[in-house]
């Protein structure tokens, strides 16, 4: 008895002096540099003291991380506001966590330096502390994340010293909120788990044929029809419909309080708008501003309508100025998303107004485009010059590249890479999303009858993992990609568990590569770290996600 109790201390004792290595750490995405010191940092009770000099969001970023290790552990940790912290913690005054303002570390870098008496978190600015808290808390046991205290964890960090910065600029996660709805709890969940994992835009698809879900006060009804189709095809039979009325939006309001609580977690929020095609929800509420009239309805299925928006009345200019006029302002976002994509042409061929405006602007066919594609480019380039007086720049799917497309447009890349190539050749901003690597409605297990409905194709988190976003793209060009996003279509996705799943763990995936470099992945390391950490933490948060490398591609909730 005596010996097994004394052989347990010296295991105990060799185990907690004994460092981590690198390869033991679990910290998604991978930070640039990591070097693993020997000994720990004993983090419960810990004092957090930050310099009074950061902005205001940046301390409380580091209050909140104080509120939850006093949560987690079980114990106080108290907090600190301090002038003069740089120089006490320099001269070894201070023990405890300490963040530090060091103006010579770009946006979004951070430093940690820890070892068994300090962490030091050196930051310029809101982001980068944001993301040495969220490194600090993958270095801690999965149950920092937990909302009640655990006391019987080895609240210890490893000492390290970690130097990190984002590859990209631009790192984003779609999601489409018309063909199903996701209300303001959903959405602030969807945030929390970008924010983890280092993700600082939300592209938010507020606009599709399946419903309107944004309010326009000037434009009551499409919200009031447009948001609310009267029944839903069944599963992938378009013949087919459930006859049960479905809609949501969000007020203006409620946006608002996404786009704060996005802000606070580091994410821009980018709204789309998708136009001239995708456009039947609206058109439902307001038929004069398509090229037959209507009447329309909200659809009731998945695909491409035929019916658009008439840019031959000129009215139709003024309704999606005055909408985009409302979404400026509601929106802090420098970009505004207006679609593009997947515009049939048929009803402008046949509408007299479109052919007297394409007469009049004296569009032709050529090899490049039809006159009709051209229309659309000036729907565009009206879009753009009117954002631009309200001090916005468009972002479009890369449809707005074909025929011509005006200075200052960003290309999202969603047909593949061809378009992200094209338009970084010619000297457009380009987000990479293309559906080969990027598109999460996708199956990610290759026994789809196991697995919830998607919509089609195999894209498992090895594939994901995959993409590198150079390919195919001299350097030059390659200075024009500002960065990555997978997109979240929901057309089979109907409840939060599925879009939960859908999403995780492949967004894992898509955050190496928009942080890393590319030296700095591997397959056999993520997965284990997903595996062996990031799952407990999905556990711990509440998530659903798939389970597909532990062997189970089922939906469990
Ligand atoms: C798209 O998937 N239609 C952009
Ligand atoms: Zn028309």
Redesign the pocket.
Known sequence: MKKTFLCAVVTLLSLASTAKTPAEISIIPRPQSVEVLKGQFKIIGATVNCDQSFDTQSQKAASIFTNQLTIATGRTSTFACNPGIADAAASGKIKGIVFLKDNSLAAEEYSIEANSKTVTIKASEFHGVLYAIQTIKQLLPAEIYSKTSNENIDWVMPCVVIKDKPRFAYRGMHLDVSRHFFDVVEVKKFLDIMATFKMNKLHWHLSDDQGWRIEIKKYPLLTEIGSVRTGTCIGKDFKSDDGIPYGGFYTQEEAKEIIKYADNLGITVIPEIDLPGHMLAALAAYPQYGCTGGPYEVWHRWGISNQVLCPGKEITFGFLQDILGEIADLFPSEYIHI?G??CPKTEWENCPECQALIAKLGLKDTEKATAEQYLQNYVTNRMQKFLETKGKKIIG?DEILEGDLDEGATV?S?RGVKGGIEASKRGFDVIMTP?TYF?FDYYQTKDKDKAPLAIGGYLPLEKVYEYEPSDGIDPESFKHVTGCQA?L?TEYITSNEHLEYMLLPRMFALTEIQWCNPADKNYDRFKADVANHEFKVLDILGYSYCKEILGDPSLNK
Do not use: P
């Open positions: 679609g994509d997947e799917w999202m969603w559906n598109y997109n279509w």
